[in-house]
Structure formats: structure tokens, C-alpha cells
């Protein structure tokens, strides 16, 4: 029997697997845990940038019969443990996994909290919509950031909600959550520059080309008042007057890709 | 009796104003009918940049009661019509507007769609998550771009979702919703410029101090061939290799302040 066809299958709702995924797709993943990853494009990412994942879970008919990406997604998880699960139980876990066929559930390396986070990063302080955090998390990878740090408060990085709205960034970049302000100005080394409304200066007058620690802060609330008394940078995106604020994915898409104008124009230079 | 008091009081479940309110919520206003504002800060914004609305609901207990938020719009609400709900029953209408106490029934004036778009201006290409079209008008507001057309396909612009991501975005623009391609190429004066991954021109080489018509596309799709070909400029945001795309709303935020950057250093010079 080749190990092209070797899988497991299931067929009942009370399955003890079938009843641990469940709780993998409810709650978020965390570092040392298992993660869900739901549908085909998670998935895609995760085997380019990472590799196998702990288990590769497929819905029934047979993979063999689904789409040109099922099958590829079928083939290239040859080496990995494999579950098919019975038509519908894909489902019972979730809508998005159960809809597209397929899920993984992937082991997370154990975070090295205690070590110091040099050069660009991101730090993201009690923002709690999971679209705006997976947002920026794909603005850090597209704009070269791979270092993005979270405090307690802000919605889970590794929830489906933000697994799937960061479209694969979540590979790509370093990500430590859970932290409180101490543990933040402790690891981080480049200077902290963080977005207000208040006393900042306009973003377009800073020399970003030096390394920078980004602050971008919770959605109503702003910056935490202890990391912007410890900024040695407060800026702000110049808008026109009489408007409110810029979401803060918007905002933060606005200064790391000015950063990256920069960087760019001095490499060209 | 002063007019400080006067108001209507809805008690039953099956009052049919209630009815009606119900479907507001449920229903995308659209140009020429009620729109429904859900929540303290869209009715603060509504009063701040149009004036009074067509009808001010609010929750018993009496506004009066209630936090200097509400007791201020109740009172700025007195030469319009008011009606108070009895407890629970904006809970029925809405669950944001239920929590907060107020919401606003508004007219919309009927959209001059035969009229030309001079200058600056945002085409929203089948954009689908209210999130997204939202985050893309706040950020217009912020940039100073005050008219947006959305195609056939996008989130409908006055529904509650969108309004809520917008936070009163909607006030400072001119929306045009519904259009097909011919309309859109009908309308707009500005060279289109549109956002493509592939055989584009970096943002950053562009000169965008004169009028530009942005066109974003589709969240998977893009935007349709149809405007692509018919775009004078297509540019992409220079992104690190191996990453996918940018969320479209980020991808917005960061063409549109590339403009005002140039356009503040233009006017600085």
C-alpha cells in the first residue's frame, strides 16, 4: 500500500478527535498549543512557508475526487498524518473549514519571551477588532516588518478570525502576545515611535530609515499613556482638518509604508 | 408645555413605527429613502455636520436620565421630531442601537447620478466587506477626497455595518452607489488610476499632485479588466517579495496619503 493512500478516516460526530478540533477551532491557539488553520489558502501558505503541519484534516468525498487544489493540498501532506472525516463533520468544526474541505492543525514553537527584539518592529497595544490586527499583520509582512509584538488586551493572534484576515502573514513574521507594558519597553530595542492625535509631529518630517518601533493603539482609546510617555517619537498622519481619526490599520498602513518610501529612495540614492 | 418635553412614546412590540424601524435596520438605505444611524457617535456626528434628523429615537428610561451623551443629543433634538421607546423594545430594532440608547432616522437627498465627477475621487471596484468600504471612506475624509463611487457588487454604503466602520465619514462625502462600469467611466474627469500586482509602476514614481480618479478593487479579484484597460495609470505599492497583497483598505490608505504627501510638500515648497 502506498503512503500516498494512507489516512485515517472518521465517521462519527462523538469521535474524541473530531471533539478536540472543536475546541481547537473555538479557542484561540498559543504559543507551545495547537493552532486550527481553516481553508485552502491558510493552508497553501503554511506548507510554502513552513512545511508539514501536525495533521492535515480533509473532508470526504475523497480528496482525490475535489478540486485541483484539494488534490495538490492532498498530495503535498503525503508524509504527514492525514484524517479524512465523514461528508458533513468538517462542518461540526467550522463553517469556513467545513465549506472549503480542508483544515491543519499545526504546532506553534514556544515564543522566546525573554529575548530582546531588535531592529523594525510593530507594537500593537490593546487593538481589538481581530480584521484590524490580521490588517496590519499583512501590512507588516508586505512592508518588511517581521517583528510584530502584542499586549494583554489585544484580540488574539493566533483566533481564526485573525488567522484569516492576515492571509498567511502569521508565517512570514516573528510574533510574541500576552504582554504587559514592562515586558514591551524592556525587549524592544529601537526607539518607540507612536501615533497620536495629541502634541505629535507630522509623520512626513521624521527620518524613518534608522530602525523603529512602531505604537499603534487600541481603537477608541489610543496609545496607552505609559508607552507614549516612553516614545522618544510622537507622530501623527496629517489629515485634513475637521475628520476624527484614520482607522488604525489604515494609520498603520500610512507609516510603515512611508518608512518603506524612505528606505527605498535612500537604497535608490 | 415646553418643546423641551414633547416626544412620542412607542410602548407596544407591534406598534408599526417600531415595524418600520426594524426594516430600516435590516435594509441598506439607499439614496431617496430613510436611513437608519445606529448609536451615540453616528448621531452626534449626523447633528455636528448635517443638522437635525428626520426622527431622534431614543430608549426609556428618559433620555433625560441617562448620560451626558444622550441627555445632549435629546436635548440638541428638540425641534425635531422625538420619539422614546419603552425599555427593551431598540433592542428589538437593533442590538447597537439598543445598548446605546439612541438612533437616528435620516432622509438622504436623492443622488444626482447623471452629474460628472470633476477632480479627486475614489472608485470602490466590487469591494465586498463592509469593513473594508467603511475603513476606505474614513480614510477618504481623512485625505481630503470627498466623492466615492462604488460598482454594482460592493457593500451597500448606508448600511449599518458600513456606517459604523465609516464613524461618520459618510456626512463629509458624496456618494454615488450602484453604478455599472459604463457609469463610472462616464462620470469620472480624472485619469483612473488603478491598483494592480501585476505590470504596474510603483506609487512611488507617480506624480499625483494633479487629479486622480483611484479605482480599488475586488478583495480576491481585483479590479474588473473592463476598468483596468481603461485606467491611464496602473501602479502598485512597492512590498517586500514573497508576500501576497495588502488588504485593499490598507492598500487605499496607502495611495491616498502618498497623494496628500506630495500634494503638503507641493504646497510647503
Not at 90 to 107: H, N, P
Amino acid at each position: 500500500m502506498s503512503s500516498d493512500i494512507e489516512f485515517k478516516r472518521v465517521a462519527s460526530r462523538q469521535n474524541p478527535f473530531l471533539k478536540s478540533l472543536r475546541s481547537r477551532a473555538r479557542e484561540a491557539g498559543r504559543a507551545g498549543a495547537p493552532v486550527w488553520l481553516e481553508g485552502v489558502h491558510l493552508c497553501q501558505e503554511y506548507l510554502a512557508r513552513v512545511g508539514l503541519p501536525a495533521q492535515a484534516i480533509f473532508a470526504a468525498p475523497m480528496p482525490e475526487q475535489g478540486s485541483a487544489e484539494l488534490r495538490a493540498l492532498w498530495r503535498a501532506c503525503a508524509q504527514a498524518p492525514r484524517v479524512v472525516l465523514e461528508a458533513g463533520l468538517l462542518d461540526t468544526v467550522s463553517d469556513v473549514a467545513g465549506a472549503q474541505g480542508v483544515g491543519f492543525l499545526i504546532e506553534l514553537p514556544a515564543a522566546a519571551h525573554g529575548d530582546a527584539v531588535d531592529g523594525d518592529c510593530v507594537v500593537l497595544d490593546r487593538v481589538q477588532d481581530p480584521g484590524n490586527v490580521g490588517s496590519i499583520l499583512r501590512t507588516c509582512a508586505a512592508a518588511g516588518v517581521a517583528q510584530v509584538l502584542l499586549t494583554e488586551g489585544s484580540a488574539a493572534v493566533w483566533s481564526g478570525k485573525v488567522l484569516r484576515a492576515a492571509q498567511g502573514a502569521h508565517f512570514s513574521l516573528r510574533l510574541l502576545e500576552g504582554l504587559d507594558r514592562e515586558a514591551v519597553l524592556a525587549r524592544v530595542r529601537a526607539p518607540l515611535a507612536a501615533t497620536t492625535l495629541d502634541g505629535g509631529a507630522s509623520l512626513y518630517a521624521q527620518d524613518l530609515t534608522a530602525p523603529v518601533a512602531w505604537c499603534f493603539g487600541h481603537e477608541g482609546q489610543g496609545v496607552d499613556p505609559g508607552l507614549l510617555a516612553a516614545a522618544a517619537l510622537r507622530v501623527f498622519v496629517p489629515q485634513v482638518a475637521a475628520v476624527e481619526s484614520l482607522n488604525v490599520a489604515a494609520a498603520a498602513a500610512v507609516c510603515l509604508f512611508e518608512q518603506r518610501r524612505q528606505r527605498l529612495a535612500r537604497a535608490a540614492a
